[in-house]
């Protein structure tokens, strides 16, 4: 995958993104007003969007692996995961309230979140290297947000918009990965105390580990450093949820431990 | 409500169908008016006559249990089928094809009670304690109606699709899990086809014994000790035909597999 795009114009689709999500507007897709846009652009694109938080104050604390479900990857039209970046600002206290006039158009998606002890360098980095380098995995809320208009994304849209990350909360449960069977990790998310969906850590890349390890290889060809102490979000367990009605989710992995968020509108300062 | 010689009538016409077995038209073609109490009264009819003929009732199955399921069939309570002896299989052993229409697999929770449950509010919690152990378990779903197309008068009076049914695994105290979080995977000939979380059934699978347990003491009845409960599929239900492996896992329960006979 080649670079096409000239580094003015990486800089002015990543300033675009910054505006829109500076300012909770959304902007068309790139795809179609972008000629000849690859992956790797996108992922430059990114790297200019994040920049710009960087510079304004955001430290950047870990990564996110998205499109990691057989699901998503047909609706999207890839085979392979992506990722964006984490940062300070994005990350939420268990139970934390959050206000949902700061997001442009969250959803919600439960996933397990890795904490490394040693940095992983690919290529060459199996499930078992993960197991070996994690701390400890947390059950984790992902609120995804989409600067990109009604949410019309394909692979280079969402790769360039920060893999559409929004804010996250991690679970005050750790547990260590060596004593859970994470492909087999069942998922409940109740929202006011009533089921609302499930799902099984198999169907992020048929075990999370297994999304741990393909970042950890990725990154390692771009030659971006993977260290102890970030937090990775290895992918959704279930479905998106819609998050506009409000309400208290909790979700809950086999396990793992549970997380929980409360989503308000208005009066709360995020 | 049906006359009793329509029942009796209906009851023969069921019966027929999974002894042969052959496809029937939905019952509701010429009963519109029927309605879920005749299919209970139904599957009354039917227990009766196999216990005459020296069949044995080994427990329950519950239905329609997942949410996606109720919405689609417009109702919000499971439906509750018979499980009789003679149709437990072996775990690691071979399901009779033989009476089959077009067989379905999926996987679920089983409950095994130590203790007789009766009452119309039984809790969570008394069906915890009254549990000897909870299994995992593969249900063969087979639909005696033609392209399993069905309304819910007629598959409650089919029994709930009810064919064969194997328990296997490792047994636990449901004390010990949190069962609405086990991860379960549903594989054929070694390919996942369907996976879950146990809390996919109700948001937790002991609340299909509760719902059980209610639903029998509105009838005058309970749930003895003994019984074996199938809580309803956490997984889709997947095709599967003659010579299929299927298999399933459970997180902390273990696996359960079986042949269907070629």
Redesign the interface.
Known sequence: MTRTLEQAAVERHGDELYDAFLNRTTVPNLRDRVAGITITDAYHIQAHFVERRVRAGEAIVGKKIGVTSRAIQEAIGVFEPDFGQLTSAMAFEDGAAIDLDSLIQPRAEAEIAFVLKRDLKGPGITATDVLRATDHVRTCFEIVDSRICGWDIKIEDTVADNASCGVYVLGEDKADPRDV?L??????V?RDG??VA??????VQGSPLNSVAWLANRLGQLGIPFRAGEVILSGSL?PLLPVSDGGLLVA????VGSCSINFRRGGVHA | MLDAAAIEKLTGIVAAAQAAPHTIAKLTDDYPGMTVADSYAVQDALLARWQAEGRVLAGYKAGLTSKAKMDQMGVSEPSFGLLMADTIDADGGIIPTGKLIHPRAEAEIAFVMKDELAGAAVSIGDVIAATDFVQPALEIIDSRFEKFKFDLVSVIADNGSSARFLLGGRPRRPQELDLRTIGILLERNGEVAAMASSGAVLGHPARAVQMLVAWLHARGRTLPAGSIVLTGGATEAIPVTKGDAIAARFQDMGGISVRMER
């Open positions: 069977d492909t087999l990790a069942g998922l409940l109740e009533e089921a499930s799902g099984v850590g198999a169907a279930g809950t992995i086999g396990g």
